[in-house]
């Protein structure tokens, strides 16, 4: 059952409908009303068309600037309202208002999105996702800026654009589209050793996620929450899915690419237009002066995380996502995020990548966004009263009125307009900045390969597979041998197995660490870390049991064993499960006897990829059809090479038989599970309610990555 639909709490940021009333009279932007929106106006029917047609005109010009320029980068995104709430007031640490009252609900706007693809590039692609959240709060809009990994390629931001440069299409040609996978990025990381550790997560399965709704959030920088005596806190931010942490296999991405390339979009819309409202909670690791001096880590370089093992993560609140936008251009488009957004109680660190995003983005704004006046743009207003006296601009639609745009003044309201910064306005945290001026990193930013290591040495043995995988085929893309040499050597100083299973199979020499160590752009001390594993950084044990709005296909056609199909259907749904009937063809699949069920989708319009599990009915006729159908066989085993949940009862197991399943293979027992995630089930023995249980046992794991001889499988 659907849980009720809350009523959204953040209507201030409802767009108006700037549309007449009367809906039935087309106007012009200027109001006249409009007598015909077909014919332009010609000279004689059969003549050329006037210049003095001033409608014709307004709505060509208008169409003709519909498009602004994207985000030069995160230009592909998707957002929802929504609310967050803090558990408790945290006075100790933080002034910040919204931090303080339980009760209180503070309005929040939150855009995922991919970092390299062009605005209408697929969203499955394996590439950093951002997480940008909007509060709005009373004491004015904060924004976390963040990314679905905690750490980041490059320790300053001055070499922001050329990682971009080298990551985006290669200019020449513009190929390839939102992949890394190409000369240009390897060449510049390789070149890069502090990349190495972000490297490790692009090339986990963290790239590629199941949904927005199942991604963790980081604010990957360290600020600093500052109290209302002033003290100071260093804090990471972190958000927590409620579904919990869900990839999806790297063979099904390219695929879904294709196949849907608007998948994580569609997912979140559908899920909040169906109720079923995804929940993040916030979270802080809170680091005083003590602490910092102990960690390895130096808390100002964005390559760096600190463990949950080091310093536990504080839940602090929740956020839910409640409300789809009504436009997308107006919201999801126009909205601006801006790290440099805070509110009193929250500061920044010196992280010299955070430093210069403090200007970038309102500079990227003024050209993408036309002019200086986008806050007030509905989605980026604040919901606290603004007063300033900046005034005009390209589209000032502020109204500002009378004569006093200066302070002090005497005409208007006076002279004194400085709040007692303790305890109200916004206030930096005096620091002592008695140091010379200079370009230089610091000693502390050097370790290039501890943590990747530890991220390596985190992983289970399917995911080190995975991330083995994805180096070998991004590299095998990289025409230049030389490039590929580079990144494998400096893979040597990570792991020599890890180093090694890459170069296997892209005709290079064995990595060489040393060579790597002689090489332009390398700068390497290692910190010694006591943490050589931290379980917190692998996705494996992080499922929750929580398998609501997961898609389960059922593969049927005529002849299928309903009752137990449609009783199984019934136990799927009740436990939140979204089943959708695939057949043959539109219409509906009956059973021998009459009964029927209606096909949602047919094996030519939608494929396995589009979801999370598979049931493959009973029934002698069904299940010899679907065998003859290649495209029925095809979504079977391609959803075991995904390594998702199968499950086929009584003859359906016949559609597995490529695989070596058959029903005689488990006589003596009503349910088997012979391969991790494949249920096989006699419905004649097995009580229904059994096979349903089974099912979402297998399901709660949501990927069985340890299947075996995957790449054997025809699909
Ligand atoms: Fe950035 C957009 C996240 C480093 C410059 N960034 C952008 C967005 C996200 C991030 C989520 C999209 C926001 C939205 O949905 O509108 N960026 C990050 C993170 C970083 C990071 C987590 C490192 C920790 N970014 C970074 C640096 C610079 C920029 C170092 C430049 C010095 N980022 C931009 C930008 C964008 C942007 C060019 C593109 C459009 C925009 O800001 O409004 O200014």
Known sequence: MSPPRRKASNSHVTLKNTMSDNINTLTTQHGVPISDNHNSLKAGPRGPTLM???????????????????????????????YFKVYKPLSLVTSAGFLQDPAAETPVFVRFSTAVGARGSADTVRDVRGFAVKFYTQQGNYDLVGNNMPVFFIQDSIKFPDLVHALKPEPHHEMPQASSAHDTFWDFVSLMPESTHMLMWLMSDRAIPRSYRMMEGFGVHTFRLVNSHGQSTFVKFHWKPKLGLHSMAWDEAEKLAGRDPDFHRRDLWDAIDSGHFPEWELGVQLIDARQEAELNVDLLDATKLIPEELVPILPIGRMVLNRNPDNFFAETEQVAFNPGHLVPGIEFSNDPLLQGRLFSYADSQLSRLGGPNAHALPINRAVCPVHHFQRDGLHQSAGQKGRVAYEPNTLARGSEFRLDGATHGFHSSPDDLQSPKLRQRSASFDDHFSQAKLFWNSQSQAEKAHVVAAFRFDLSKVESTEIRQRMVDNLAHVDMKLASR?????????????????????????????????????????????IRTRKVAVLA????????????????????????????????????????????????????VMFDAVLIPGGVASADELCRLGSAVHFALEAYKHCKPICAINEGVLLLSALGFSMGMQKETAISVPTPGVVIADSQRALQGQISQAFIAAMLQHRHWDRINLDSVPA
């Open 557 to 608: 056609a005529d002849g299928i064993d309903m009752i137990s199909v449609k009783r199984v259907i019934q136990e799927l749904t009740a436990a939140g499960l979204h089943c959708k009937v695939i057949g043959p063809h539109l219409g509906h699949v009956a059973s021998a006897t009459g009964r029927t069920l209606a096909a949602d989708y047919t094996f030519s319009n939608t494929a396995s």
């Open 52 to 82: 003095e047609d001033f409608i014709l005109r307004e709505k060509l010009t208008h169409f003709d600037h519909e498009r602004i320029p994207e985000r030069v980068v995160h230009a592909r995104g998707a957002a929802a309202h929504g």
């Open 502 to 546: 890459v170069a296997a199979q892209l005709g290079i020499h064995t990595p060489d660490a040393a060579a790597a160590a002689g090489r332009l752009g390398y700068r390497h001390q290692t910190m010694q870390s006591e943490l050589q594993e931290a379980p917190s950084l692998s996705m494996v044990g992080r499922y929750k049991p929580d």
